[in-house]
């Protein structure tokens, strides 16, 4: 059993709370199993409160989140024990909430509950949440969060932002992510989701038709619609029929509004865009159809049936009339997106203090599948990164074993990850935890350190993206690919930034007993449980 030493055994959990207008915003989340059919048929799942997609979480800028999870799963078929993880969120000195299993917690047994505790610290958009243990989320724990800014510089383009004005995009699987796990490590091709749903809502080939989800407006008033994709594999190209969509902000980052008629979104991205419904009162389609490798494995699956319906108060309650499948013409090229404050990358176009090289791959041997960067499968440590930190005083590189993959950078340097492009098909969505970064080199277009594109998930093709952030947010953050698939086979790595200024100082780690009492709890079950 780990030993804390005295200074952070007794570490005080009362919060530095922000002073303006800071409110304590509670939520409880039941993690349960139940069953549910998004497109029309019923399986067991694992949920939050019950439902797909889970409890909407919403919250002001200098609030403080306590989201109490209550762990009720007991279905032998999927994982029973969990984490949540934040997305987006930057966890200033909250480290431990973050979520990802044994980088910044052990999981929570059942039969257990663990309150996360996230000051906001000012920071708003649109965010979400998902399950970090294994391929737990695709079996159904996720949903969004947001974070409302009144002094918003783009207040003045949209008249309706709330619940009503949030969407979900997400692949579907009817069949426990565990077993699909096991059959993709053994050499195979990722599991392929049975549908797509916007806002919980599909359709398979052969299955009932299902109502579709309906986004009603008035003529006359302006939206704001956040779109966000929690699936666990595919992207979407999302659109709306009729109308151009402006956007205003992507990953939780203000950007100058750009209007485009539609984009591509990768697992996990999230974009807010303004839509002016000004256009005759009818039915118009909002389309989502997917992306992804090698669809035609699962013949339920039909990447393009994926809509729902933009409803205009005094139209018929249908679908519309229109042809569904339509192309976009004028498709946002990310490149082309400017953070709106403070812009500019890190350093500029000067020399970055520290440039990391990630080349990725995928590989088979005796029937295991691996992805792996620079040559190495990532696989979590016996206890979580963040622990070992705090108590064991891992400070350099050779403190971590190989398989952790763990890098240490200095605090406040300026970092430049250059990661070079995999030939398998994919475009490989890279989240980076704890952080935002400019993408200096996207995909597509010129070298840009003035004016770049900034977000906290970046697709990768097979060209090299390069990134930049700034090492100023002590703690373990996780850099890895959000198709779980691939996570799962070890395409990940960990930054362990600024190991002395997570023990001591003005920003170090926030500890509490309970989150301590975690990894005790875990420890003693049998795998079965865990």
């Known amino acids: 059993m780990v030993q804390l030493q005295p200074q952070f055994a007794l570490l005080a959990i009362a919060f530095c709370l922000p002073s303006i207008l800071a409110v304590d915003v509670n939520y409880n989340f039941n993690i349960v199993n139940a069953n549910i059919a998004p497109d029309g048929f019923s399986r067991a799942a694992v949920l939050v409160n019950g439902a797909f997609p889970g409890t909407l979480i919403q919250a002001q800028k200098n609030d403080v989140l306590h989201i109490t999870v209550n762990n009720q799963l007991s279905n032998p078929t999927m994982r029973q024990s969990t984490t949540i993880h934040w997305h987006g969120l930057f966890q200033m000195r909250t480290a431990s909430e973050d979520g990802p299993a044994f980088v910044t917690q052990c999981p929570i047994a059942p039969g257990h509950s663990y309150t996360y505790d996230i000051p ?17 989320y695709v079996d159904g724990l996720r949903g969004a969060l947001v974070v409302y800014d009144p002094t918003d510089p783009h207040l003045s383009l949209y008249d309706e932002d709330n619940a009503n004005t949030v ?7 009817h069949n426990p992510a565990p077993g699909l796990e096991d059959v993709f490590l053994a050499g195979n091709d990722e599991p392929i989701p049975d549908s797509g749903t916007i806002n919980g809502i599909g359709r398979y080939v052969g299955g009932p038709t299902v109502v579709r989800a309906r986004i009603n407006v008035v003529t006359g008033k302006r939206y704001r619609f956040r779109v966000i994709n929690i699936s666990a594999y ?20 203000n950007h100058v509004a750009k209007t ?4 591509d979104i990768y697992a996990a991205q999230r974009y807010s865009v303004v839509l002016n ?38 139209a018929p309650d249908a679908e519309p009339t229109t042809p569904a499948d339509v192309g976009v013409q004028n498709l946002l090229q990310e490149y082309q997106l400017a953070a709106l404050e403070n812009p500019g990358a890190p350093g500029g176009s000067a020399p970055a203090d520290r440039v990391i090289d990630l080349d990725f791959g995928r590989s088979v041997i005796n029937n295991k599948l691996e992805w792996t960067i620079n040559g190495v499968q990532y696989q979590s440590p016996d206890l979580p990164t963040l622990l070992n930190i705090i108590a064991n005083n891992f400070t350099v590189e050779s403190d971590f074993s190989q398989p ?12 430049e990850l250059r990661i070079h492009g995999s030939a398998n098909g994919h475009i490989h969505p ?8 400019d993408i200096v080199q996207s995909m597509g277009g010129p070298v840009n ?50 190991p002395n200024e997570q023990r001591t100082g003005p920003k170090a780690e926030i500890i509490k007993p309970e989150w301590l009492d975690l990894c005790t709890i875990y420890k003693a079950l049998p795998p079965a449980l865990q």
């Not at 906001?120 to 737990?136: D, I």
């Not at 009162?281 to 039909?302: C, F, G, T």
């Not at 952790?404 to 970092?415: A, C, G």
């Open 430 to 437: 890279f989240h980076l935890h704890g952080h935002a970064f």
């Open 277 to 314: 419904a000004n256009q005759p009162v009818k039915n118009y389609w909002i389309r989502a159809p997917m992306e992804l490798q090698h669809s035609s494995d699962n013949h339920n699956l039909d990447t393009k049936n994926v809509y729902a319906v933009l409803h205009y108060s005094g």
């Open 120 to 136: 906001l610290n000012g920071q708003s958009g649109t965010f979400w949440y998902h399950s970090h243990l294994s391929s737990q």
């Open 404 to 415: 952790e993959h763990t890098s240490v950078l200095n605090f406040n340097d300026v970092v």
């Open 234 to 253: 595919s992207g979407f190209r999302f659109s709306i029929e009729g109308h151009s969509l402006t956007i205003i902000e992507v990953d939780g980052i």
């Open 449 to 498: 350190y003035v004016n770049p594109p900034r977000r906290d998930v970046v697709g990768v093709g097979g060209s090299t993206v390069i990134i930049r952030f700034r090492a100023d947010n002590p703690g373990p953050w996780f850099l890895h690919c959000h198709i779980d698939w691939h996570l799962e086979a070890g395409l990940a790595v960990v930054f362990a930034e600024a």
């Open 260 to 263: 485009v008629d539609g984009f």
């Open 167 to 173: 969407i979900t995009l997400a692949d579907w699987y």
